[in-house]
């Protein structure tokens, strides 16, 4: 809890995801507890999967390593935006609703939640650069 607290502490306002739906792919690895959680905290409506870490199934055909899992999520989902993390969470890779894959640098993941955000709210403001989207067919 310290820990997501921490984390938490980055975010103007606990309920910085009001209204956002998230389809997260943990792994089955370190954040499959503490991201839906947060992110539950923060306002967010959070669809998880891969997050029942055995010892054996970390970063196993899910995860930022192994997109399609999340892709094919996405399409049957009805999600804002897809996140995925790899299996210790030290990385994540994004998917928009629409299913592209989303490359970001770590500091502009913020920036593009925001964007995302104000999008579905039909507000528009202005968050620095916008992240490069690149789509790939079927994303998975």
């Not at 920036?111 to 202005?126: D, E, I, P, W, Y």
């Not at 620095?128 to 690149?134: D, L, T």
Request: aromatic residues 6%.
């Amino acid at each position: 809890k310290r820990y997501e607290a921490l984390l938490a502490s980055h975010f103007s306002g606990t309920r910085w995801l009001k209204g956002v739906r998230v389809l997260m792919d943990c792994a089955n690895g370190a954040m499959s507890e503490v991201a839906p959680s947060l992110f539950e905290d923060l306002g967010a409506s959070v669809t998880v999967i891969n997050a029942e870490p055995n010892g054996h199934n970390i970063n196993s055909g899910c995860g930022a390593v192994h997109l399609e899992s999340l892709a094919s999520a996405m399409r049957s989902q009805s999600a804002d935006f897809g996140v995925a993390f790899d299996g210790d969470g030290d990385r994540s890779m994004f998917i928009s609703a629409e299913g592209r894959i989303v490359e970001l640098d770590p500091q502009h993941a913020a920036g593009f939640v925001a964007r995302t955000k104000a999008a579905r709210s039909k507000r528009s403001t202005a968050l620095g650069p916008r992240p490069r989207a690149r789509a790939r067919g079927s994303a998975g």
